[in-house]
């Protein structure tokens, strides 16, 4: 039995994997997070009555604590998923992001070093970090093209800053230290229990209470939409069969603006909780509470991911459709309204962040 660290196992991506981790493999997991205003332990109620699964609430900048968290628990392999996230919040204030995404990975290697240094030569060669990391490091796209493993850096918001950053350490103490590393960069993911400040679920919520659905721009935005739980499969394979020091790009390919986003919830949502016999709107509709409003500052155009690498090696495929995969978000968050309603509390009111 294997024991998985799992950081920012209290969040969005991060509560799935671990969900995932206890019903695909008989690994001991234990879950770091700080528990800010997304990271919570509403997301992981279910999982941590698992007697495999232990919860340590924790900075990973905090260096000494993950020195107690390592000396204590010596993992087999570490998954860094500890990360602030939203780029609207980013421009609003960047420091955060410098200080979990750059200074807790850095804490994080350094940790890892640390205890791979002390193991055993054959369990030291089992060891592994699994760094999860994001498209948005490469920049924008035009038209054409697809990001792969080759692609070069150019973030171009603090949030996708952060994030290369933390790449870039990662790689280095791969190459510089020897430490086994894994690096991941995935597209967009959507599916349960994520924070209703990001497209998804924000446009669900809003839709349900007959506000506005704030589209950016022209709303011709691409993204490609990646399943959580087909995310999830991708890092664990990577975790288990990815050569070290590689990187591996898991998307969905999925491409759509996020105008074709927005149609398609409310197209889904008038199916499944129709607007004319929903009391809190005044619409026969959801369509009609699309409002155009100004664009995000750098607001990248494109995203596309080039996942052939990781369907080639290590044999991923996705499992869910977007069309069927959309349906079962939208299905998940109607039936827990009250999740929506207690993650929110307190910290999130469903405002437009990011204005710089």
Known sequence: MRTLLVTGGAGFIGSNLVRYALDHTTDRLV????????GSLLNLETPLKDPRAAFVQADIADRDAMARVFAEHRPDAVLNLAAETHVDRSIDGPRPFIDTNVVGTFVLLEAARTLAASLDPAVRERFRFLHVST???????????????DTPYAPNSPYAASKASADHLVR?????????????????????????????????????????????????????WLHV?????????????????????????????????????????DELRPARSNPAVKVTSYRELKTFVPDRPGHDRRYAIDASKI??????????TFESGLRATVAWYLEHRGWCEQIQAGRYDRQRLGLG
């Not at 280095?172 to 967009?188: D, E, K, M, Q």
């Not at 394979?237 to 969905?252: D, M, P, Q, S």
Request: hydrophobic content about 35%.
């Open 31 to 38: 879950v770091v997070d700080k528990l800010t205003y997304a």
């Open 135 to 149: 498209d948005e490091v490469y920049g924008t796209l035009g038209a054409s093209g697809l990001f792969s493993e």
């Open 172 to 224: 280095a103490y791969f190459h510089t230290y020897g430490l086994p590393v894994i690096i991941t960069n995935c597209s967009n993911n959507y599916g349960p229990f994520q924070f209703p400040e990001k497209l998804i679920p924000l446009m669900i919520l809003n839709a349900l209470d007959g506000r506005p659905l704030p589209i950016y721009g022209d709303g011709g935005n691409v993204r490609d």
């Open 229 to 269: 739980e087909d995310h999830c499969a991708g890092l664990l394979l990577a975790l288990g069969k990815g050569r070290l020091g590689e990187k591996y790009n898991v998307g969905g390919g999925n491409e759509r603006t996020n105008l074709q986003i927005v149609d398609v919830l409310c197209q889904t949502l």
């Open 311 to 320: 369907r080639r090696e290590l044999g991923w495929a996705p499992r869910h």
